[in-house]
């Protein structure tokens, strides 16, 4: 529901009215203006917030298969917080995925960010029915302080609903495309960012179906072309921005499952938290 405003009220009225980058402000501009806020120092600071919180998981190593290409794969990552102890969660296609490169190759080595992480080894859950796309890992303080990354706070009880359709949320993940192996020490990946508003959901899923028609190129770089392959960004958070005590922060709505990309249809969708209990089970 947009707040009510003087008729002629300007940014600066509203400003006057509002604090400012308060919902209630944010809500009371026009759709110009809005464009100018998601174009400016604001939104980039909110992505910058954001992508703190997501991780990369890459693996590799030689084939089996004499003369077949290497296995290289990754995905996308977070740490979640409880109130029980943080844990690492992804998609479980992500962890089969690595299930499957470690049976077909000779040996092979594997990370979460630049720590060593076998994936199996660290297992705590992986969701047994197929929409329940999630899988959890356990973790080392030691580890969390060297990845460097922010941790996701959750809910020691029941999560909150997710965001109704229109809401905006928050993603990232580390793209396939965007990764490049450099000899045999060195990789570097690209991290996309986007925020985008809820399409629909279901008791298990949160679709966000995109409409370039609104999006603001938010660092300068380009928009991607239509189509353009999210592959790797599965794992990755969905987020809901919170304002609370005069700052902005976030609760997880999700993890990522998949990026529909076509030229006529490009929807991302995530699997819902709530499937995530506090010890990193899965229910």
């Not at 995925?97 to 994936?119: E, M, P, T, W, Y």
């Not at 302080?145 to 706070?153: C, F, Q, R, S, Y």
């Not at 809910?155 to 396939?176: A, H, I, K, Q, S």
Request: hydrophobic share 40%; glycine share 10%.
């Amino acid at each position: 529901m947009r707040a009510t405003l003087p008729i002629g009220a300007t940014l600066e009225a509203a400003k006057a009215v509002y604090e400012p980058y308060s919902p209630e402000w944010l809500n009371s501009l026009d759709d110009e203006e809005k464009r100018a806020i998601a174009a400016g120092e604001f939104i980039r600071r909110l992505h910058e917030n954001g992508a703190a919180h997501i991780t990369w998981l890459f693996w590799r190593g030689p084939h089996r298969i004499i003369g077949a290409p290497p296995i290289v794969h990754n995905g996308s990552a977070f740490l979640l917080d409880c109130g029980r102890g943080p844990f690492v969660v992804t998609a479980a296609h992500v962890f089969l995925q690595f299930l499957a490169d470690k049976r077909h190759a000779q040996r092979i080595g594997s990370q979460i960010g630049n720590v060593a992480f076998d994936l199996e080894e660290r297992l705590i859950d992986s969701g047994h029915d197929r929409r329940i796309d999630i899988a959890t890992f356990r973790i080392e303080r030691h580890e969390i302080a060297a990845l460097g990354k922010h941790v996701v706070i959750g809910t020691d009880g029941v999560w909150p609903y997710p965001p109704n359709p229109g809401e905006v949320t928050f993603f990232g993940g580390f793209l396939g495309t965007q990764r490049i192996v450099i000899g045999s020490n060195e990789v570097s990946f690209g991290l996309h960012l986007g925020m985008t508003p809820v399409s629909d959901l279901t008791e298990h899923q949160i679709r966000c179906r995109f409409n370039r028609q609104n999006w603001v190129d938010v660092r300068g770089l380009g928009l991607p072309l239509p189509g353009y392959n999210l592959g790797g960004v599965s794992g990755g958070p969905l987020l809901v921005p919170m304002y609370f005590d005069r700052k902005w922060s976030w609760r997880l709505a999700g993890v990522i499952s998949e990026a529909q990309m076509l030229k006529e249809y490009e929807a991302l969708t995530a699997v819902r938290a709530h499937f995530i209990l506090p010890d990193g089970r899965i229910s």
